[in-house]
């Protein structure tokens, strides 16, 4: 992990952050804004940097829907701006051209500038290229996961051989692609190479460190794997134990994980990292009501305390506002429900709703309003929130993590693909992400934050709902829930890990409120609406072609219905 100035970046990276940018291939791959002096290390940077800076995907797909889909917020219930859920703006889905724009330009580019250089130079760049390839397979993944089909082997070469109109990929052609490509990549740095450049503090994450990016590697492809179990077991299999005999090994603490940390200036502050959106982000019923239940310690570093504290509750009986047999409840972490139709119920009205008291003490009468509803601890995504805090602080965003690692194999060995102590990995797993979490709110400075405490984990590991017991089903259920709520400031990964394990569900432990309107059920859906290429037509044969083949699974649909599945995701 790296810690950065937003503002800490070389002139001729921030020329590079600053391009403009379209969907048309052609414009992205012609003339891209490129400093002719940049150096693998700008590009490198600019690259990675453009992987964690993504502000429109915080406000508009993770805020305004995956956040709420995932129900790790909700909207007050007092609020008179309730969003349409299911009706998904077209300025979703941003990594879709930034892929090919800026991240996937990038790390192209520094093949070609390391291709310029002379034989014996180019020598000492054999794990720069093999960083930057890794950082290419995780956008592209990235991208694909939630669009499926998408240009790759011939997308990006606009500038080596004017190929404009690239074929799309499918996934099941992406996959072996990107596992080849990894498996190359930590070769490649785990060979011992002799006088190899480093990437030093232009590398955001590992600072250049190649033992750190072959485990990053080998995790990615372990996500990889998990993405191809229903579809190609005996690949998915085939490569679990590729991994697990490979010595570059994996992530063995959270401080290897891939995740990036700010400095304490410039980055995540206001506009779009704005959790609130227009109207505060109220805490979701079901995971505050799992997490008070079973004593989580995360929960206080997840979202904040109502309004309803002790010293308020004396005020309002002492001026008469409240019965003089009032007592303090010291339940303080309330959620509100995530369906719309929900807003209507009475009884939940009456509970939610924000209430004003009229307070006479000694004669002067003046007015407190209070609300029961928990809000999002707003801090961890946007460090402009003060939320009572002092200035300063620092943003996290965990990428691939530790934790998630840990259940991957904690979920492997409880189906018997490996033979590993299932339990002993889920502890780990659950121990690493409140250790993260403590972490990153103790760096972003949450509202009234207190370091979780070794007795806490403990007695949260020992509930009903948390302690390894059960049917295997129960079992891969409390692995399911425990990654869902380690991906709480991972959204689009909570959302790849619904999919793919139908955890959290309805009725569960950890119950998925489902969501009506108007008495209509709603579905969640499950992926973006693949772009049609903008600006030239030239393209739009291939872009029917892929859509076409999507569609021959029957799970995909029409190209606008995104409760439709990509090929990984198979019912």
């Not at 996937?104 to 291709?115: A, M, P």
């Not at 079973?294 to 929960?299: E, L, Q, T, V």
């Not at 972003?444 to 020992?462: D, I, M």
Request: glycine letters at 6%.
């Amino acid at each position: 992990m790296k810690l950065i100035n937003k503002f800490g970046l070389g002139a001729a990276a921030v020329s590079l952050l600053l391009s403009s940018c379209t969907k048309n291939f052609e414009d992205l791959n012609r003339n891209p804004v490129v400093s002719p002096v940049a150096t693998p290390q700008d590009l490198i940077v600019a690259a990675e940097y453009k992987i964690v800076d993504r502000d429109l995907d915080w406000f508009y797909d993770n805020y305004t829907y995956i956040m709420r889909w995932m129900q790790f917020g909700s909207t007050l219930p007092t609020s008179t701006n309730f969003p349409s859920l299911f009706t998904v703006s077209d300025r979703t889905n941003s990594i879709y051209g930034d892929f090919y724009k800026t991240i996937g330009r990038y790390t192209s580019e520094i093949k070609s500038v390391i291709s310029k250089m002379p034989a014996e130079q180019q020598a000492t760049y054999q794990n720069a290229q093999a960083i930057a390839q890794i950082i290419q397979v995780y956008a592209a993944w990235r991208v694909s996961d939630v669009n499926g089909s998408i240009p790759y082997t011939e997308a990006l070469r606009g500038r080596d051989s004017s190929l404009f109109t690239p074929k799309y990929d499918n996934q099941a052609t992406l996959f072996p692609i990107w596992e080849n490509e990894l498996k190359a990549a930590i070769a490649t740095l785990t060979s011992g190479a002799a006088n190899q450049v480093s990437y030093g503090n232009s590398d955001i994450f590992y600072s250049g460190d190649i033992a750190k990016w072959a485990k990053a590697a080998n995790v990615l492809r372990l996500k990889l794997a998990m993405r191809q179990l229903k579809r190609s077991e005996a690949a998915a299999r085939q490569i679990i134990t590729d991994v697990l005999a490979s010595s570059a090994g994996l992530f063995t603490s959270v401080e290897e994980e891939f995740k990036f940390i700010s400095a304490t200036t410039g980055f995540a502050r206001g506009t779009n990292w704005n959790p609130d959106t227009g109207s505060p982000f109220a805490a979701p019923m079901g995971m505050v009501d799992f997490m008070y239940k079973n004593s989580d310690p995360r929960i206080r570093l997840f979202f904040r305390r109502n309004s309803y504290r002790e010293t308020a509750i004396d005020s309002l009986v002492r001026g008469g506002a409240l019965s003089s047999g009032t007592t303090y409840n010291p339940r303080r972490y309330v959620g509100a429900p995530c369906s719309q139709d929900a807003r209507t119920n009475p009884a939940y009205v009456k509970l939610f709703g924000v209430k004003t008291y009229n307070v006479n003490i000694g004669g002067k009468v003046s007015q407190m309003t209070l609300d029961t509803v928990s809000l999002v601890q707003t801090r961890l995504f946007d460090l402009d929130q003060s939320d009572g805090a002092t200035s300063g602080g620092a943003y996290s965003m965990p990428l691939m993590t530790y934790a998630e690692q840990c259940f991957i194999l904690a979920e492997l060995s409880e189906k018997g693909i490996i033979a590993q102590s299932a339990e002993e990995w889920y502890l780990k797993g659950v121990r690493a992400s409140i250790k993260d979490y403590n972490a990153m709110a103790s760096l972003a400075k949450v509202l009234e934050f207190s370091a979780v405490e070794n007795e806490e984990v403990e007695t949260y590991l020992a509930s009903a709902d948390i302690a390894y017991t059960g049917t295997q089903e129960q079992k891969l259920e409390k692995i399911g829930v425990q990654n869902y709520i380690n991906h709480f400031k991972a959204p689009h990964e909570a959302w790849g890990a619904w999919k793919r394990t139908g955890y959290p569900k309805e009725g569960g432990i950890l119950p998925l409120e489902p969501f009506f309107t108007n008495g209509v059920k709603n579905t969640i859906p499950r992926r973006w609406q693949l772009p049609i290429p903008s600006g030239t037509q030239e393209n739009v044969p291939n872009y029917e072609a892929a859509i076409k083949d999507m569609q021959t699974t029957g799970e995909y649909g029409q190209p606008n219905d995104l409760t439709g599945r990509v090929w990984w995701d198979m019912q």
